[in-house]
């Protein structure tokens, strides 16, 4: 049995999870990402329904994919059940950024696949408006 917390990480590279037709789009999602952002810290892929990381890139072993990935879903979903309850006004959730001191997180949820996507990157290096376009452009993709 393979658990992904085992594996050590390998930096500056996109990493597949599994050699599964939803894997191989999750890494040309982030090969596009990182096309746009290539001082990226880190970004995933995570299927929701299957509670699985598709794929990562990292630059170092100190930014961590599968400590967030969970931490995020939750996140996403409770912001989805709020809309969905009229708790918090407004349509569907498009987005969520995080501002931190240094870096920002950006998530970009993909409702049709049941996946999201996250990226993070030093505020000095990147804007939100940026880091959107980037995002919005790498999960817009046909299918491949």
């Not at 594996?7 to 990182?34: C, D, G, H, W």
């Not at 299957?50 to 961590?64: C, D, K, W």
């Not at 998530?107 to 940026?130: I, K, S």
Request: glycine share 6%; charged share 15%; proline share 7%.
């Amino acid at each position: 049995m393979r658990f992904p917390f085992f594996n050590r990480l390998q930096p500056k590279q996109i990493v597949p999870a599994a050699s599964t037709t939803a894997a191989r789009r999750a890494e040309q999602m982030l090969a596009t990402v990182l096309a746009g952002l290539p001082e990226l810290l880190l970004g995933y892929v995570f299927d929701l329904q299957g509670n699985a990381l598709l794929a990562s890139y990292t630059v170092s072993s100190e930014f961590n994919p599968h400590q967030l990935t969970v931490r995020n879903a939750r996140l996403l979903q409770t912001v989805q059940q709020a809309v969905a309850t009229g708790a918090w006004p407004g349509g569907p959730c498009t987005d969520l950024t995080v501002m931190l001191d240094e870096h920002m997180h950006y998530l970009r949820p993909l409702p049709e696949l049941g996946w999201y996507c996250f990226a993070a990157v030093r505020l000095a290096d990147a804007n939100m408006g940026m880091v959107k376009e980037v995002l919005r452009r790498a999960t817009a993709q046909p299918d491949v």
